[in-house]
């Protein structure tokens, strides 16, 4: 059981966790529109909060923020209500808990102490040993979001955005699970803090599974719709996909989560190829002081943060995939690749090592 | 160790905290914003024209066959969880990737239960299954190929 100490560490994470994941994904969007501005020679927004003397339109977010919850929430009369407001809590529930069993910095025994024996996890479920099944499990669960806002709203579009995205979405699990078997087989453990100390003694995971991390990352792309495989919401063809008849702040829910469905994304591959707070030559997991556990939180922000950027960046270099290419490429490309990587880790592994 | 379940605690209160936000977001946008029905407000989006018809309607069978096909890789990927995990986990002083496990040296010391990991004598019976495994339903990937499920027109 929880001590009454222990729970109030636990608040005061959770607390930092949201409220940190929802500040950042606001200020996520203002980078998102910035780069998608220099990216096709235009500005961006500069002009918000000009007259406060706030540089950049920095509070861009926040009147952003403020329009969603002011706005009228419109529920259409032919909606099935109960399932048209769960599916956006559906949405935000799961792209949020994710972070639960992700490291944010040194866990276990690597961690800081405050006095003799009260070690900082900079984790919200340091004890959970199977992180990447469980981060699996709840990305499946955002299937439902999709598929019931697609059909509780009783529009054509939305309709058949839900259709194609819960056909995508399933497609993109397996060879996303088929990626990650190659590491855990290295790794020996599904426990992400375990995957990061491994590849501080043996390396980054990517040199050891680099087309495990190709399918990954190609698999990510597709889980979080970003494009080049945004076709749940392809706006020339279904106006807005599975949110067409959503408004105000349930709109705002489905946006929220893509965007800390994305940092939950970026945190895994990060984690499991990119070592994690790991840097070659500097930090280990034998450093356990205060100063080497803020360095591996900056460490583990700063490769976050790039991943986020790569992420956005792809979004304007690749043009958005027809529907039957999309499920060529994962049932007929990725799927094969997986199951190939695995067999030859797995040979490979036994032939070295022995045993 | 031998998981209790206590430390899944903490993800349910992060759960209950998550499903809180979520609330509070819907009741916070539905006091705030204003609520103005009118009859064209309530009909569901066609581009601006009177919807023809029900939307909920049928659909290509195609959705189904992905789903089926889904399920079979969804549960080999669930027995191959378990076994990447274990194959290399038992404790060898020699032969694992790492010496230097401690998970691996403590439950040499103590036999534990079930014993941790594929016992290093029985890795190449077992990875030759994992194979046969493996094999058997590529041979199901490759009958659903021929059999035209991935087919998108």
């Given at each position: 059981m929880?001590?009454?100490?222990g ?6 994470k959770i607390?930092l966790v949201?409220g940190?994941s929802?500040?950042a994904v606001a200020?996520l969007i ?10 096709q020679d ?14 950049l ?14 706005k009228?929430?419109?529920i ?5 209500k ?7 809590m ?5 792209a949020?808990?994710?972070f639960?069993?992700?490291p ?8 800081p102490?405050l006095?003799a ?7 919200i479920?340091?004890g959970?040993d199977?992180?990447?099944v ?18 509780s ?5 939305s309709?058949?955005?839900g259709l194609?995205s ?6 993109y ?9 190659g ?11 375990t995957?990061i100390?491994w590849?501080?003694r ?6 050891w ?8 990352l190609?698999?990510a792309?597709?889980?979080t719709?970003?494009l080049?495989?945004?076709?749940p ?9 599975f ?13 929220l989560?893509?965007y800390l469905?994305?940092?939950t994304?970026?945190?895994l591959t990060?984690?499991?190829f990119?070592?994690g ?16 556990a803020?360095?591996?939180?900056i460490v583990?922000?700063s ?9 956005m ?8 995939f027809?529907y ?5 490429l994962?049932w007929?490309?990725?799927?094969p ?7 030859i ?10 045993g | ?6 430390e ?8 209950v ?5 979520a609330?509070?977001m819907?009741t916070?946008?539905?006091?705030l914003?204003?609520r ?22 049928r659909?290509?069978?195609r959705y ?9 890789f969804?549960?080999?990927?669930l027995y ?9 986990s ?5 032969a ?11 439950s040499?010391a103590e036999?534990?239960?079930p ?5 290093p ?7 030759f ?7 058997v339903?590529?041979a ?6 021929r059999?035209g ?5």
């Open positions: 929880l001590t009454f100490l729970l109030t560490a636990l608040l005061i607390g949201v940190i929802q500040g200020y203002y980078v998102e529109r910035k780069i998608a501005a220099y990216a235009r500005i961006g927004p500069n002009r918000c909060g000009r007259e406060f003397g706030v540089p339109g920095l509070i861009q977010p926040l009147a952003d923020g403020a329009k969603m919850i002011l009228e929430d419109v259409p009369k032919y909606v099935h109960p399932t048209f407001i769960l599916a956006p559906i949405a935000i529930v799961t949020t808990i994710g639960a069993v992700v944010f910095g040194p866990v276990g025994a690597g961690a102490r006095g024996d009260w070690p900082v996890q900079f984790q479920a340091p959970v199977i992180g990447i469980y981060i699996l499990a709840i990305g499946s669960l955002a299937v439902y979001a999709v598929v019931l806002a697609g059909w709203s009783n529009n054509k579009y309709f058949l955005g194609r819960s056909a995508q979405l399933i497609s699990e397996i060879p996303m699970g088929l990626s990650i078997l590491i855990v087989l290295l790794a020996k453990s599904l426990d992400l803090n995957i100390e590849q501080d043996h390396g980054w995971g990517i040199f599974q680099p087309v495990g991390f190709l399918i990954f190609v698999s792309f597709a889980e719709n970003r080049p495989f945004d076709l919401e392809s706006e020339q063809e279904l106006v807005g996909g949110h067409t008849e959503y408004s105000a702040m349930k709109f705002g829910m489905f946006f989560g893509e469905h994305v940092i994304v970026s945190f990060v984690i499991l990119f070592g707070w790991d840097l070659p030559f500097v930090l280990s997991a034998d450093q356990t002081s205060w100063i080497s803020i360095f591996k939180v583990m922000m490769k976050v943060s790039l991943m986020i950027v790569f992420i960046w792809i979004r304007w270099t690749l043009p958005r027809r039957d290419t999309l499920m060529n994962a007929k490309s990725l799927l690749l997986g199951l190939l990587n695995l067999t880790t797995a040979v490979a592994a036994q032939m070295i090592l022995g | 160790m031998i998981a209790s379940g206590s899944f605690e903490p993800v349910f209160i992060f759960v905290i998550g499903l809180l936000v609330i509070g819907l916070v946008s539905a006091v914003g204003p103005k029905t009118t009859a064209v407000k309530q009909m569901p989006y066609e581009s601006g024209m009177d919807p023809i018809g029900d939307a909920r309607n659909f290509d069978v189904y066959l992905v789903a089926i096909v889904f399920l079979l969804d549960v080999e990927l191959l969880y378990p076994w990447a995990v274990s194959h290399w038992a404790s060898t002083a020699t694992t990737i790492d010496s230097d496990d401690s998970a691996a040296t403590t040499a036999p534990a239960f014993p941790p990991g594929i016992p004598t029985l890795r190449k019976v077992v990875l299954d994992v194979l046969v495994f493996i094999a339903l590529a199901a990937f490759a009958y659903a190929w059999k499920v991935f087919e998108w027109r």
